[in-house]
């Protein structure tokens, strides 16, 4: 069991704090500060250090100063026709569809999503979960149900 508690909770730890570049790099060791549920130990995937993610993952970061952002990430889909669903803080940036080829998915989050002095989320919502035991008919043993990878999650303040 992991717990963090933070009194008050207005005053997001320094280590929540994005790096100057907004870069979350993904299956690094910088990683888990930045990592909530639905995430499985980082890995090399087709070269590119990065994690799997369940079905439901989320990412969590402090904000000194709420403006408009872009928010990119780079993940490629394990089932295909893969859909994802990005929301902020619980509320819905986009849907796209998901490429089975690692791709750089981008988009403009307003400021009015992102809270100032708290804990914000990203939540990565995908429409399935699929294991390689079953895409490949039992020819691999690897039973963890995965959606997708990401190699980056970055927010630049505009």
């Not at 008050?8 to 929540?16: F, V």
């Not at 995908?126 to 008919?137: K, W």
Request: charged letters at 15%.
């Amino acid at each position: 069991v992991w717990l963090e508690a933070y009194d008050p909770l207005h005053q997001a730890p320094a280590e929540l704090q994005l790096p100057g570049d907004g870069a979350i790099h993904v299956g690094t060791p910088d990683d888990i500060r930045y990592l909530l549920s639905g995430w499985n130990r980082p890995e090399i995937i087709a070269n590119v250090a990065a994690r799997w993610a369940d079905r439901v993952a989320t990412v969590r970061f402090a904000v000194s100063r709420p403006t408009d952002a872009t928010l990119t990430l780079v993940g490629v889909a394990f089932p295909a026709g893969q859909t994802l669903t990005v929301l902020v803080n619980g509320q819905r940036v986009t849907e796209l569809a998901m490429s089975r080829d690692w791709a750089p998915y981008t988009m403009t989050v307003p400021a009015a999503l992102f809270q100032l002095g708290a804990i914000n989320t990203i939540t990565l919502q995908h429409t399935m979960a699929v294991s390689a035991f079953q895409a490949t008919g039992g020819q691999s043993l690897d039973q963890r149900p995965l959606a997708a990878a990401y190699s980056l999650v970055q927010v630049v303040w505009r």
